[in-house]
């Protein structure tokens, strides 16, 4: 499929404001789903796809992209894809997108491209701002906790980022609490306070309610965004009845055979049947169930399709 002509954003878009929620209690909203760019965007899926998904995402009021240094494959290329896509077709409504980008996996070979060192998350985000032709990114992550790296050499680097006008807010990726509570700290003292906290947040993995982040993030004024909210796929009809040849775990690559055992399937079996009682996919009360707990603020999924997109920002507009 290829798109003919320039993009012209679609003039309804922001017609439901019901959509959006506040980022912590800061400025910002954040649509209840946000279009996340781990997989599908990459040098190996066709560009006039991704071109697609995105303009049905904005289209419909998606404002927020979340990307990372690694993301593809191969690493580097989804932002790559990005770069193309706002010269393509977002450059006039760059004051309208929140992107965000990450580092803290690794990236290059050597010592200096990965975790979180200074050198790393600095030298990282000027690679991601060429690749995506932008001058600033709104929202740059740390993408993981590092123990070895002192936290206040990652946390300072972040401040400067900020300061030398490379990203507009801060957030932080699977962290542990003891840490979230230290860069809450270090980064309200410096005048640069924590925006958002990333984690893996689903029906089949509740860590970060378990772990107390997500009632620190709610009492303390941070927002919350979860990733993998259908838990790579299981948390839809896809795998009830076997494993798809073209699926993403018939791959073995980021799901594994393995990980679908005979109790697993029983509890999805129920799930389905659950949502099925109340008139929805078991991917639609899977993304609900996400934006009814406490502290969320968005959910990022996904998309191979524009069609699974459809699908999956029906609950956006629902009452929850």
């Keep these: 499929m ?3 002509g320039t993009y012209t954003a679609n ?8 959509i959006y929620r506040r980022c912590g209690r800061s400025g910002i909203l954040l649509p209840k789903i946000s279009l996340g760019f781990w997989h599908n965007f990459g040098s190996d899926d066709p560009y006039e796809r991704s071109r697609a998904i995105t303009h049905y995402a904005f289209d419909h009021g998606i404002t927020h992209f979340d990307l990372a240094n690694n993301y593809g494959p191969p690493y580097g290329s989804a932002e790559e894809t990005f770069g193309r896509l706002m010269d393509d077709d977002f450059r006039p409504y760059r004051d309208e997108l929140f992107i965000a980008t990450k580092a803290g996996y690794d990236m290059w070979p050597g010592p200096y491209g990965n975790w979180g060192s200074r050198k ?3 030298a990282s985000l000027d690679q991601s701002l060429r690749r995506m032709h932008l001058d600033y990114v709104d929202l740059f992550y740390s993408h993981r906790y590092d123990p070895d790296t002192p936290l ?11 300061r030398a006008g490379k990203a507009l807010y801060l957030g932080i990726s699977r962290w542990p609490l003891e840490a979230l509570r230290f860069a809450d700290s270090y980064l309200r003292e410096r005048d640069v306070p924590l925006l958002i906290y990333q984690g893996r947040l689903n029906l089949l993995d509740r860590a970060p309610q378990e772990d107390g982040i ?4 709610a009492e303390h004024g941070i927002g ?3 990733f993998s909210p259908l838990a790579q796929g299981l948390l839809t009809d896809r795998y009830l009845n076997g494993i798809p040849t073209d699926s993403r775990m018939a791959k073995e690559h980021f799901l594994k055979h393995s990980v679908l055992t005979p109790q697993l399937l029983t509890t999805l079996r129920q799930y389905n049947d659950t949502a099925l009682s109340q008139g929805k996919t078991l991917a639609e009360m899977a993304l609900t169930w996400i934006l009814q707990q406490k502290g969320v603020t968005s959910v990022l999924v996904g998309a191979s399709s524009t069609t699974q997109l459809e699908k999956n920002i029906k609950c956006m507009a629902a009452p929850l």
């Design 224 to 226: 919350f965004i979860s």
């Design 120 to 122: 790393y998350l600095m």
């Design 11 to 18: 003039p309804d878009c922001y017609s439901c404001q019901d």
């Design 214 to 217: 997500t009632d620190y993030c």
């Design 2 to 4: 290829e798109l003919k």
């Design 152 to 162: 206040e050499e990652t946390l300072q680097a972040m401040v400067d980022i900020v």
